[in-house]
T-cell receptor
């Protein structure tokens, strides 16, 4: 049972434009959400996080939005750069000791 | 280096063999996680250590899988009687603080192929 879902396996965006990656979750007990970025043959690296007490967190070109009522979060990257091309994983935690990951969205930023 | 180190980076074995995968976490990190990532999937939780003890092993798929962390630092994931379905990238991550908050620092993974 997939508790964290990323329904878009891939996304292509022109350099300089906004990239929007989406994530949905099913468990209302989740209270902490993270985005990870993964390049081929490397482990995931932390990008940005948000606590459920907030609805927005911004770090440079990256902003995460959380809509608790819809159980939805999104990652906005603006402006997108070719180096942002990677697989992005959404993750959630809130009970037990696990982080639950989505299946990932492969972002391609076209120069 | 200062990051999470995993060895071997690649392991090819035959069905039925025994495999050990090693993880050396970031120094001082008390929390250590093992995840498994199959092709086209996200990382799937296997086991979590806080110090030397396995605080949560609910993700281990069956009793062929076992992990230890005897001195609270290096951890070894052990897989007995490997099956083709065990083929995946096994990721180790460590964290300095309390679970459920903060980021996990991942290693590059050990790619296991069972023929």
């Amino acid at each position: 049972d997939q508790q964290v879902k990323q329904n878009s396996p891939s996304l292509s965006v022109q350099e300089g434009r906004i990239s929007i990656l989406n994530c949905d979750y099913t468990n209302s007990m989740f209270d902490y959400f993270l985005w990870y970025k993964k390049y081929p043959a490397e482990g995931p690296t932390f990008l940005i996080s948000i606590s459920s007490i907030k609805d927005k967190n911004e770090d440079g070109r990256f902003t995460v939005f959380l809509n608790k009522s819809a159980k939805h979060l999104s990652l906005h990257i603006v402006p997108s750069q070719p180096g942002d091309s990677a697989v992005y994983f959404c993750a959630a935690s809130g009970f037990g000791n696990q982080f639950y990951f989505g299946t990932g969205t492969s972002l391609t930023v076209i120069p | 280096g200062a990051g999470v180190s995993q060895t071997p980076s690649n392991k090819v074995t035959e069905k039925g063999k025994y495999v050990e995968l090693r993880c050396d976490p970031i120094s001082g990190h008390t929390a250590l996680y093992w995840y498994r990532q199959s092709l086209g999937q996200g990382p799937e939780f296997l086991i979590y250590f806080q110090g030397t003890g396995a605080a949560d092993d609910s993700g281990l798929p069956n009793d062929r899988f076992f992990a230890v962390r005897p001195e609270g630092s290096v951890s070894t994931l052990k897989i007995q009687r490997t099956e083709r379905g065990d083929s995946a990238v096994y990721l180790c991550a460590s964290s300095p603080g309390h679970p459920n908050t903060g980021e996990l620092f991942f290693g590059e993974g050990s790619r296991l192929t069972v023929l």
